[in-house]
């Protein structure tokens, strides 16, 4: 789940900064882009502080491992030219993957004993930051060699490869999950 979890974290930053290039290329100017990053701020909190109510409709394997995939095709979609899309795909993809991330966290919290906590997220947060830091080279790369728009569909990558790690650790390796639905 750290790959996972570290690796979707890896795309969606990324995105989060390069977003704005993304809006230019379409003409957008800075107040509307200034606009779509403080309804995403907005939305993201409202989301973070009701992830556990998505439980009550999902699993926590389900949500995870859609999240990923879902990611994935979202960042694809980037490819068709239309900056009304590329603002909704934006939004989809700064709020959703929060609900994940939450309760990913949590999973984390739950798995890991009091006494090496500390320790353990702390090596978690290196991790997704060390994942963070290669994926704007990697972007870095791919819009000085393509568009923008191309860039971004690239980097679905990261999501897909997170789903993968997410379903070996969440099925194949038979981790439990019990996050409580409150």
């Keep these: 789940m750290l790959c996972a979890s570290a690796l979707l974290s890896g ?87 929060e609900i994940a991330d939450v309760l990913i966290h949590a999973y984390f919290q739950k798995q890991i004993s009091s006494e090496t906590r500390a320790s353990a997220l702390s090596f978690i947060s290196f991790v997704q930051s060390a994942v963070i830091g290669i994926s704007y080279a990697f972007y870095g790369i791919l819009l000085d060699k393509f568009t923008t728009r191309f860039a971004v569909a690239l980097t679905a990558i990261f999501p897909l490869l997170s789903a993968i790690f997410a379903f070996i650790a969440l099925y194949k390796m038979q981790i439990s999950v019990d996050l409580e639905v409150s």
């Design 11 to 97: 795309a969606i930053t990324p995105y989060f900064i390069f977003a704005q290039k993304l809006f230019s290329s379409y003409g957008a100017k800075p107040f509307l882009i200034s606009l779509i990053f403080s309804i995403v701020e907005i939305s993201s909190g409202i989301f973070s502080l009701t992830a556990q109510w998505f439980l009550k409709i999902l699993s926590f394997r389900a949500l995870v491992i859609c999240t990923f995939i879902g990611s994935s095709v979202l960042m694809v979609l980037n490819l068709i030219p239309s900056l009304g899309l590329a603002v909704f795909l934006f939004f989809v993809m700064m709020t959703i993957p």
